[in-house]
T-cell receptor, first 113, second 112 residues
Framework: DGGITQSPKYLFRKEGQNVTLSCEQN?????MYWYRQDPGQGLRLIYY???????QKGDIAEGYSVSREKKESFPLTVTSAQKNPTAFYLC????????????FGPGTRLTVT | KNQVEQSPQSLIILEGKNCTLQ??????????LRWYKQDTGRGPVSLTI?????NTKSNGRYTATLDADTKQSSLHITASQLSDSASYIC???????????FGTGTRLKVLA
């Protein structure tokens, strides 16, 4: 079964704790992305990675960190520095640049109290 | 500034009826435009993709149009079904970059 997976689907954390969201793909895609989705807003880019061991900040990178040690994996850490971490987080992958279709994972809903 | 605007924000229709969703964009240089369907609490799924030279593309009951001159696209849903209830997101890609510009979506509810 090819695809992109995210885990867990729901995540609850106390304020001040770091939390890591998992994203794995077996589509052999070079590019991977993390987006945040809030009600009434379009998806906003947090980080993206074009190849292994390389990643770039998106529009709202503050308070987040990522790594890309393997082609298949692109975990996102939400740190305590992120002021409003409660959101729906989506991971995506694509073969290459903007002309290629993005495939999305099922998402992780993070709630921080 | 690269932007994608969608209208209406929300729409309620009866099962079996048709509807049309709108997308206006100011993205340059334009690469392609996609329509995604997103069920509540799930990731978006691609419905259609249109490049600069394409005017119309269909995927079952979904038909997308593109007017590259006016920078407008529409998604027409024919004979709506309850399963069409979802958010529909217009996404425009900028050529030569990793930028995908997302609209805020149209939330469609189909009633029996």
């Amino acid at each position: 079964d090819g695809g992109i997976t995210q885990s867990p689907k729901y995540l609850f954390r106390k304020e001040g704790q770091n939390v890591t969201l998992s994203c794995e793909q077996n589509l052999n895609h070079d590019a991977m992305y993390w987006y945040r989705q809030d009600p009434g807003q379009g998806l906003r880019l947090i980080y993206y990675s074009q190849i292994v061991n390389d990643f770039q900040k998106g529009d709202i990178a503050e308070g987040y960190s990522v790594s890309r040690e393997k082609k298949e994996s692109f975990p996102l850490t939400v740190t305590s520095a992120q002021k409003n971490p409660t959101a729906f987080y989506l991971c995506a992958s694509s073969t290459g640049q903007g002309g290629y279709e993005q495939y999305f994972g099922p998402g992780t809903r993070l709630t921080v109290t | 500034k690269n932007q994608v605007e969608q209208s209406p924000q929300s729409l309620i229709i009866l099962e079996g009826k048709n509807c049309t969703l709108q997308c206006n964009y100011t993205v340059s240089p334009f690469s392609n435009l996609r329509w995604y369907k997103q069920d509540t609490g799930r990731g978006p799924v691609s419905l259609t993709i249109m490049t600069f030279s394409e005017n119309t593309k269909s995927n079952g009951r979904y038909t997308a149009t593109l007017d590259a001159d006016t920078k407008q696209s529409s998604l027409h849903i024919t004979a709506s079904q309850l399963s069409d209830s979802a958010s529909y997101i217009c996404v425009v890609s900028a050529h030569g970059t990793y930028k995908y510009i997302f609209g805020t979506g149209t939330r469609l509810k189909v009633l029996a």
